[in-house]
């Protein structure tokens, strides 16, 4: 696919989310695919290798969740396997100050290659897990808004995500449309950990021209967590709360 092309391709898809790109933007993005493919062939980082696929449920998938970040936030990309949605959010919203973090050394080479060549500033890739990083007084309780995708369920998700925010911030998990059980078994958590979850705050929707089912899920951080959250890498999974 040239440039061109790509550039109708993503373009179709935004306009349904009120998004534009630059031609500088729209350059960023075609590259980024250029180096996910040329990497996924020696590391696993996406199971979709098309490129219109990716174009859409890698990138616009990605950006469904723009608009609830606020201007110039600091955020953290917990679990970002090939960058998503960080990157593109980083290449759309230049404001941003984004932390990806992965437990994959090797993705992390990816990403910071692909930081690079993008030539993207205020965004670095760290390599750790997300238990051991959230105890980490430099990342703790540090940020606007923590965002996961497709990482866990949500009640170990929460473990991940909401030690990482700062009290008035939000932690974003970005599921698929089957999620009502999967809620109701976090709830505790989410209260335990200092967040809570309004019914506004539980958003369905459709990628753009697809019948591609997703939801966002916005908890908001209203009390400190507490100092022994998270527990220790691998307890959140085995023993979600």
Known sequence: MKVEDFG????KYLQELEIELDENQIKQFYL????????NEKINL???????EIILKHFVDSLTVAKYIKKGAKVIDVGTGGGFPGIPLKIYRPDLDVVLLDSLNKRVNFLNDVIENLDLESIKAIHGRAEDVGQDKKYRE???VAISRAVANMATLSEYLIPFVKVGGIAIAMKGPEIEEELNGAKKAIKILGGNILEKNIIKFYLPKTEISRTIIIVEKSANTDRKYPRK?????????
């Open 8 to 11: 109708v391709e993503i373009k």
């Open 32 to 39: 980024f695919m250029q180096l996910l493919l040329e990497w």
């Open 46 to 52: 996406t199971t979709i290798t098309d490129e219109n």
């Open 142 to 144: 540090s940020f606007d």
């Open 233 to 241: 890498a691998g307890t959140p999974k085995k023993q979600p709360l």
